[in-house]
Nanobody
């Protein structure tokens, strides 16, 4: 059974940083693309971004491009999301996800995701 468990969320002031972690079990993350998406209260899922083994299989949504960075530690089977220069509009539940890369939008074809971790950015 694939399990993804996120951690590291919390309350941060605007302009601050957070690093989210996602521990994976039942799957080897190196065999897939890894990524994150988020969902704000009353809104749909958005910001799906994923990291593959090459630039050609990496995609950042506009809402995550430039301030957020996805990385992984394959030895620990753990995925990370470094978030910098946070804004109040980044407030959402953040989900770690694993899947495949498709050659067309939305590019990140997630097959598994976790329960999410809350990130709240105060102004």
């Amino acid at each position: 059974e694939v399990q993804l468990v996120e951690s590291g969320g919390g309350l941060v002031q605007a302009g601050g940083s957070l690093r989210l972690s996602c521990a994976a079990s039942g799957i080897t993350i190196d065999d897939y693309v890894i990524g994150w998406f988020r969902q704000a209260p009353g809104k749909g899922r958005e910001g799906a971004s994923c990291l593959g083994k090459t630039d050609a299989t990496t995609y950042y949504a506009d809402s995550m491009k430039g301030r957020f960075t996805i990385s992984s530690d394959n030895d620990k089977n753990t995925v990370y999301l470094q978030m910098n220069s946070l804004k109040p509009e980044d407030t959402a539940v953040y989900y770690c996800a694993i899947g495949d890369y498709s050659g067309s939008y939305p590019f990140c074809n997630f097959r598994w995701w976790g329960q999410g971790t809350q990130v709240t950015v105060s102004s």
